[in-house]
């Protein structure tokens, strides 16, 4: 398995962006399909995007779609996620989480690996 860490969250307003940072350890990071989910208050945790080993596909959750955007960096071992335009609904800890699989996986339970998460909290 990878170890994840997430950084880059924190108070925004609406409207405003952040950009969150996964550092994976381990040197087979690019074999690992990479996905961002997130949990608010209250609610399960939900998918946010996904993007395969190679860059070759990506998925957004319809609630993030051409606001938020994910990339990977094979040689710094470092998957993001840039979010624009935040909302109040955007609110959660959002967490980094890796699969072995070389297909985009939305389900959380085939993701074997997982960050502590971030705190991502958008005022009105």
């Known amino acids: 398995q990878v170890q994840l860490v997430e950084s880059g969250g924190g108070l925004v307003q609406a409207g405003g962006s952040l950009r969150l940072s996964c550092a994976a350890s381990g040197r087979t990071f690019s074999s690992y399909t990479m996905g961002w989910f997130r949990r608010s208050p209250g609610k399960e945790r939900e998918f946010v995007a996904a993007?395969?080993?190679?860059?070759?596909?990506?998925y957004y959750a319809d609630s993030v779609k051409g606001r938020f955007t994910i990339s990977r960096d094979n040689a710094k071992n470092t998957v993001y996620l840039q979010m624009n335009s935040l909302k109040p609904e955007d609110t959660a800890v959002y967490y980094c989480?890796?699969?072995?699989?070389?297909?985009?996986?939305?389900?959380?339970?085939?993701?074997?690996?997982w960050g502590r998460g971030t705190q991502v909290t958008v005022s009105s």
């Open positions: 993007i395969s080993r190679s860059d070759g596909d990506i």
């Open positions: 989480a890796a699969t072995g699989s070389s297909r985009i996986l939305t389900i959380e339970n085939n993701y074997g690996s």
